[in-house]
């Protein structure tokens, strides 16, 4: 009489998470960029209040205001980095984002319109891009995906590219 095989009746192992994250070198434009936007804006506000009030303040209360903000930012741009993802598969693209509002976005290959990647003087210096995904229909009809490394997009774009020329001799 034979043992049986613990490992025959086992259920197969779950197919690796296919989700990309995003390059490491893209958290410092998150989060910079983000600390940045903040201590700006407070900035401005501190400014207009103190013409508004006593210019006397603006000098603990510029400090007091800018630093917090700046650090609340760098802890959202670091946030925003970390959870987001990307996919690319047989049926076209996806993206998930965010943890407390999360989205998750998908674009089937036969929706795509054309595509474009862009670069900004930031981007171009940490060596990343921005794809911007173009769909049929009125409502919401781009995805941008920033913070990608910038062979990662011109990859993505020609795989999506040449996916949408696919389907379209398909139906011809």
């Known amino acids: 009489m034979s043992e049986p095989n613990p490992t025959a009746d086992a ?8 989700w990309q994250a995003l390059p490491a070198r893209a958290r410092t434009l998150f989060v910079g960029t983000t600390a940045l936007g903040f201590a700006l804006a407070a900035t ?5 209040l103190c013409l508004s009030a006593r210019p006397s303040w603006l000098s603990w209360l510029l400090p007091a205001c800018v630093l917090p903000a700046a650090a609340f930012g760098a802890w959202l741009g670091w946030r925003r980095y970390r959870h987001t993802r990307w996919l690319l598969d047989g049926d076209g693209f996806g993206l998930r984002r965010g943890r407390l509002w999360f989205s998750d976005t998908r674009v089937p290959g036969s ?13 171009r210096h940490f060596r990343l891009a921005t794809l911007v995904i173009h769909t049929a229909g009125t409502r919401h009809s ?8 910038a062979a990662d997009a011109e990859r993505l774009r020609d795989h999506l590219a040449r996916q949408t020329d696919d389907d379209d001799d398909a139906g011809d």
């Open 11 to 18: 259920t197969p192992a779950p197919a690796p998470d296919d």
């Open 44 to 48: 401005v506000a501190v400014v207009v």
């Open 111 to 123: 929706r795509v319109q054309h595509l474009d990647i862009r670069r900004g003087p930031l981007e």
């Open 142 to 149: 781009e995805v941008s995906v920033s913070g990608l490394d």
